[in-house]
């Protein structure tokens, strides 16, 4: 039996939801570029390998990859972010317009655009190099006026923090949102979650609730944990993604667990994109948030099987 036949779903009505629903993605975008090449020496210079360069790449990362995972899924995605004025920016625009995603993304020429740099040799990355900057508060205002036009237009708010900078209004968007009636799902960063009062839903990993709300020896110490943080911020839900432990969902009624179907884990960076975006298009489409959890899952499951910043296709998923 398909995934979708045990959520008592088909692929047809799904499909046909998922093309209706419009999604708000608002958070810190990024390029990310690969450079694919060989190493067969080590430099005379210093003890490091010397990468013969032979293929280059550029996805859109970040909160861009968030809402590629949406596109790529059927919904219509829109994106809303702060660039540099630079070429980074509009490498970026011709991504995210290739992939059909309505993109707003406004420009300061004060900053550069943020790019992370992967080598790659041998299917290992040797070194990352990023390139950042925080945007203006002159920018971000103008950022938040614009959020605070469009976000009636849409089902659902994702606000995927990087911690760059892009979301210092994020406690007045979630205002903004839960006024209009919209739910808002946040991929927190950090170690202070009071900003994030008041949303909907948080999808913290496992290291990063860690960092938050202290270690645990057993289920019962993460459940009251993950229990106190989601009644203290007053969030409707906290997902705990576990890596290989799969993903918890805490509610008011109590804890709902998924076991990865991850079969083969190569890369897990972008992961997270891809279990915010899966939820925040499946809740958009009108599924209750137990089944768009299992999506969610599945959807990570065949992310970490791709290297670097993948996506879900809609066939892969309906395919399960």
Same mark, same amino acid.
């Given at each position: %039996?398909?995934?979708?036949?045990?959520?008592?779903?088909?692929?047809?009505?799904?499909?046909?939801?998922?093309?209706?629903?419009?999604?708000?993605?608002?958070?810190?975008? %990024?390029?990310?570029?690969?450079?694919?090449?060989?190493?067969?020496?080590?430099?005379?210079?210093?003890?490091?390998?010397?990468?013969?360069?032979?293929?280059?790449?550029?996805?859109?990362?970040?909160?861009?990859?968030?809402?590629?995972?949406?596109?790529?899924?059927?919904?219509?995605?829109?994106?809303?972010?702060?660039?540099?004025?630079?070429?980074?920016?509009?490498?970026?625009?011709?991504?995210?317009?290739?992939?059909?995603?309505?993109?707003?993304?406004?420009?300061?020429?004060?900053?550069?655009? &943020?790019?992370?740099?992967?080598?790659?040799?041998?299917?290992?990355?040797?070194?990352?190099?990023?390139?950042? *900057?925080?945007?203006?508060?002159?920018?971000?205002? *103008?950022?938040? *006026?614009?959020?605070? &036009?469009?976000?009636?237009?849409?089902?659902?708010?994702?606000?995927?923090?990087?911690?760059?900078?892009?979301?210092?209004?994020?406690?007045?968007?979630?205002?903004?949102?839960?006024?209009?009636?919209?739910?808002?799902?946040?991929?927190?960063?950090?170690?202070?979650?009071?900003?994030?009062?008041?949303?909907?839903?948080? &999808?913290?990993?496992?290291?990063?609730?860690?960092?938050?709300?202290?270690?645990?020896?057993?289920?019962?110490?993460?459940?009251?944990?993950?229990?106190?943080?989601?009644?203290?911020?007053?969030?409707?839900?906290?997902?705990?993604?576990?890596?290989?432990?799969? %993903?918890?969902?805490?509610?008011?009624?109590?804890?709902?667990?998924?076991? &990865?179907?991850?079969?083969?884990?190569?890369?897990?960076?972008?992961?997270?994109?891809?279990?915010?975006?899966?939820?925040?298009?499946?809740?958009?489409?009108?599924?209750?948030?137990?089944?768009? %959890?299992?999506?969610?899952?599945?959807?990570?499951?065949?992310?970490?099987?791709?290297?670097?910043?993948?996506?879900?296709?809609?066939?892969?998923?309906?395919?399960?």
């Amino acid at each position: %039996m398909s995934l979708l036949q045990q959520l008592g779903l088909t692929p047809d009505t799904l499909s046909n939801k998922l093309a209706a629903s419009r999604v708000l993605v608002v958070g810190d975008v %990024m390029l990310d570029r690969y450079w694919f090449g060989d190493v067969s020496r080590i430099s005379p210079e210093a003890p490091v390998p010397v990468a013969r360069i032979n293929r280059m790449e550029e996805r859109a990362g970040g909160a861009a990859n968030v809402a590629r995972n949406i596109a790529s899924l059927g919904g219509k995605a829109t994106i809303l972010s702060v660039v540099g004025d630079d070429e980074a920016a509009s490498a970026l625009s011709r991504l995210l317009e290739a992939d059909g995603i309505t993109a707003s993304l406004k420009r300061d020429a004060e900053i550069s655009t &943020t790019v992370k740099l992967r080598v790659v040799a041998r299917q290992q990355q040797l070194i990352r190099l990023d390139f950042e *900057d925080a945007p203006s508060h002159e920018i971000l205002a *103008d950022k938040l *006026d614009e959020y605070a &036009t469009i976000v009636a237009e849409h089902d659902v708010v994702i606000l995927s923090d990087y911690g760059k900078g892009g979301l210092t209004h994020v406690s007045r968007m979630i205002e903004l949102a839960r006024a209009a009636g919209k739910p808002v799902l946040i991929d927190p960063k950090g170690d202070d979650y009071s900003k994030y009062a008041g949303a909907t839903l948080l &999808t913290p990993n496992r290291s990063e609730f860690r960092q938050v709300a202290g270690s645990w020896q057993s289920e019962e110490q993460l459940n009251a944990k993950a229990e106190s943080l989601r009644s203290e911020l007053n969030l409707d839900a906290l997902l705990v993604t576990r890596s290989e432990e799969g %993903m918890t969902l805490f509610r008011a009624d109590g804890a709902l667990h998924e076991p &990865t179907l991850a079969k083969e884990v190569y890369d897990v960076s972008g992961a997270g994109d891809t279990v915010i975006g899966t939820l925040g298009l499946m809740l958009a489409a009108g599924l209750p948030l137990p089944q768009a %959890m299992s999506l969610a899952n599945a959807a990570a499951g065949i992310v970490v099987a791709k290297l670097g910043t993948a996506v879900c296709q809609q066939r892969e998923l309906f395919a399960l």
